[in-house]
C-alpha cells in the first residue's frame, strides 16, 4: 500500500512540472530588412545632397559652409564683433522661417512666431539645434538641411513632407546665459 500511494505521489508531482518550450531546429537572423533600410537612407542622404549641392553652385552670390553636422548654411547678417555663441543652457529667443529649397515658403516668421529655447535642453528638430549654436546674437543665417536634419522620414504632418529637405532662414535675437547658480 505504501509503494502504491508513493509510486501515486511521485506522479502527481512529476506530472505538475511545466511544459518547457521547443527550441527551434535552426536559428537565423533576418538582417535583410535593416540592410534594405540602410540602402534606402544612404540613398535619400546621396539624393538630399545632390539637390543642396547643386543649389548652392547656382548661388553665386552667396559663401556657404559646411556644418560638421551634415547641413550648409549662409550668413545673411555675420556679427563681426566678439560676441559669444549658445552653450547648454542658455535661453535662445529666436525667429525662423521654413521654405522648399527652391524658396517656396511653407512657414513663414509670423506663422511660427518669436520662439524661446532652451539649448539642449528642449525639443527642435536636429538641423536647427546645432545650426543655432553657431550663431552669434543679432545674426540672420539661411541653413539648407537636408531631410535626415530636418523632419526626417515622416515629415511635419502638415507642410513638411517625409524626406523633404527644406531651407530655413533664422535670426538669433537674444541670447541669455545660464545663471549659474552654484557661487
Known amino acids: 500500500m505504501r509503494t502504491l500511494s508513493f509510486l501515486l505521489l511521485f506522479l502527481f508531482i512529476y506530472s505538475c512540472k511545466s511544459p518547457e518550450p521547443r527550441r527551434p531546429v535552426t536559428q537565423r537572423t533576418d538582417t535583410s530588412f535593416l540592410e534594405e533600410s540602410v540602402k534606402v537612407n544612404r540613398k535619400i542622404i546621396k539624393r538630399d545632397e545632390k539637390r543642396i549641392k547643386k543649389i548652392i553652385r547656382k548661388d553665386t552670390v552667396n559663401n556657404y559652409l559646411i556644418s560638421q553636422r551634415g547641413f550648409w548654411y549662409t550668413f545673411d547678417n555675420e556679427v563681426s564683433k566678439d560676441t559669444i555663441t549658445p552653450s547648454k543652457g542658455d535661453k535662445l529667443i529666436f525667429e525662423y522661417n521654413i521654405q522648399k529649397l527652391n524658396g517656396d515658403m511653407l512657414y513663414t516668421k509670423e506663422d511660427l512666431g518669436v520662439k524661446e529655447y532652451i539649448t539642449d535642453q528642449e525639443i527642435l528638430f536636429s538641423g536647427l539645434r546645432d545650426g543655432l549654436?553657431?550663431?552669434?546674437?543679432?545674426?540672420?543665417?539661411?541653413?539648407?538641411f537636408p531631410s535626415h536634419k530636418a523632419f526626417g522620414y515622416y515629415g511635419d504632418q502638415e507642410k513638411i513632407?517625409?524626406?523633404?529637405?527644406?531651407?530655413?532662414?533664422?535670426?538669433?535675437?537674444?541670447?541669455?546665459?545660464?545663471q549659474n547658480k552654484n557661487p
Open 161 to 178: 513632407k517625409g524626406n523633404m529637405p527644406i531651407k530655413a532662414q533664422v535670426t538669433l535675437l537674444e541670447i541669455n546665459p545660464k
Open 133 to 144: 549654436k553657431l550663431m552669434n546674437e543679432g545674426e540672420t543665417v539661411t541653413f539648407l
